[in-house]
């Protein structure tokens, strides 16, 4: 099974729509991270977490919001959608500590935006 | 602030062709460097990195070495494969907040 999953993994939806994107981990990491991704613009973070009561934004956090149920879980909510958040959306995470560790990446969710 | 600017692609060679992917950072301190390489309809796997100066990741047959002095972290391969066609993205890491900063990406295509 994979390490770190997401779902749904596509998703259609209409603007002003509220929408939860989840994730799931089993890598026992602390450090969760939200980022979306979109053509020629490489990867922008939305919001990181560092454990359940730990979070921060992200360089693109508004129109979104993250709940951090448990440390295995971190969801990705669009509270009313609109066309440019259309965008593959990823989850990451990685250890905890005093530097910077690799990133483990989900498969990703393709989210469209009507 | 912290960035990192990338070749822009996409980049098409043919198989057993030599690869340069160019990557540039800015950044205060000591940064890890990072290359992630993202498949077709998956998420990003890292290929390699370097935490310090004159370090060299490997893996898979690429290589990158971490220079300082030119701020440069520039992937290589010496012979790709067609299977190695994927969007690789450099990025930094720096300070303790596990944050890492990405290029914006660069597309490989090798045709046969």
């Known amino acids: 099974d994979a390490d770190v999953t997401q779902t749904p993994r596509n998703r259609i939806t209409k603007t002003g729509k509220r929408i939860m994107l989840e994730c799931s981990q089993t890598k026992g990491h602390d450090r969760m991270y939200w980022y979306r991704q979109d053509p020629g613009l490489g990867l922008r973070l939305i919001y990181y977490s560092f454990d359940v009561k730990d979070i921060n934004k992200g360089e693109i956090s508004d129109g979104y919001s993250v709940s951090r149920q448990a440390q295995a879980k971190f969801s990705l909510s669009l509270e009313s959608a609109i066309p440019n958040q259309t965008a593959l959306y990823f989850c990451?995470?990685?250890?905890?500590?005093?530097?910077?560790?690799?990133?483990?990446f989900g498969p990703g969710t393709r989210l469209t935006v009507t | 602030g912290n960035s990192v600017t990338q070749m822009e692609g996409p980049v098409t060679l043919s198989e057993e062709a030599f690869l340069t992917i160019n990557c540039t950072y800015t950044?205060?301190?000591?940064?890890?460097l990072f290359w992630y390489v993202q498949y077709p309809g998956e998420g990003l796997q890292l290929l390699l990195k370097a935490t310090k100066a004159d370090d060299k990741g490997s893996n898979k047959g690429f290589e990158a070495t971490y220079r300082k002095e030119t701020t440069s972290f520039h992937l290589e391969k010496g012979s790709v494969q067609v299977s190695d066609s994927a969007v690789y993205f450099c990025a930094l890491g720096s300070g303790n907040t596990g944050k890492l900063i990405f290029g914006q990406g660069t597309t490989l295509q090798v045709k046969p």
């Open positions: 990451a995470t990685s250890e905890n500590g005093g530097k910077t560790y690799e990133q483990y």
């Open positions: 950044a205060t301190g000591y940064p890890s």
